[in-house]
């Protein structure tokens, strides 16, 4: 009986070190492009950048996102995700936009009045061993010309 109290107890104080001893992996947006536009739609990429500064891996499970051209929301989405952040290692994250055509519309209005201004606002979410945890980036930039098949 002791004995399986003091398992219990190093078990315990062991998950409580674990707990004050993770740090929040750190997720930064490289680029966002749009590589097409036209009647069915616009797709690009969001490439993100994200650090993991603990002795662990830490597994990605998915992120939430939305951009915003010209102040006004341009499509939202939601990826699932299994890859694994390596310990104090840094993993490039691709994820595809897509604006169905419907969405394209008022984008192309947008765009057609001169914004060129985008933000993306994302939540990426990772499952660690106590339990989920999100981080919260913004990034904001122009759309060039090239980058939506003007010339």
Same mark, same amino acid.
């Given at each position: 009986?002791?004995?399986?109290?003091?398992?219990?107890?190093?078990?315990?104080?062991?998950?409580?070190?674990?707990?004050?001893?993770?740090?929040?992996p750190?997720?930064?947006?490289?680029? $966002?492009?749009?590589s097409?536009? !036209?009647?069915a739609? #616009?797709? !690009?990429q969001?490439?993100?950048?994200?650090t993991?500064?603990n *002795?662990?891996?830490?597994?990605?499970?998915?992120i939430?996102?939305?951009?915003?051209?010209?102040?006004?929301?341009?499509?939202?989405?939601? #990826?699932?995700?299994?890859? &694994?952040?390596?310990?104090r290692?840094?993993?490039?994250? &691709?994820t595809?936009?897509?604006?169905?055509?419907?969405?394209a519309?008022?984008?192309?209005?947008?765009?057609?009045? *001169?914004?060129r201004?985008y933000?993306? &606002?994302?939540?990426?979410?990772?499952? &660690?061993?106590?339990?989920?945890l999100?981080?919260? $980036?913004?990034?904001?930039?122009?759309? !060039?010309? !090239?980058?939506?098949?003007q010339?």
């Amino acid at each position: 009986m002791r004995w399986m109290l003091l398992v219990a107890s190093a078990q315990a104080i062991g998950c409580s070190m674990f707990m004050r001893s993770m740090e929040r992996p750190q997720v930064e947006v490289r680029d $966002v492009t749009v590589s097409s536009a !036209g009647f069915a739609g #616009i797709s !690009g990429q969001m490439q993100l950048e994200v650090t993991n500064p603990n *002795g662990f891996g830490v597994p990605l499970s998915g992120i939430d996102w939305q951009l915003s051209i010209g102040g006004s929301r341009a499509v939202s989405g939601k #990826i699932e995700l299994s890859q &694994t952040i390596p310990a104090r290692g840094v993993a490039p994250v &691709t994820t595809s936009l897509a604006i169905d055509a419907r969405d394209a519309i008022g984008v192309a209005s947008t765009l057609a009045r *001169g914004a060129r201004g985008y933000q993306v &606002t994302a939540q990426v979410h990772f499952s &660690t061993g106590i339990g989920r945890l999100d981080v919260e $980036v913004e990034h904001s930039g122009t759309l !060039g010309a !090239g980058m939506l098949g003007q010339r």
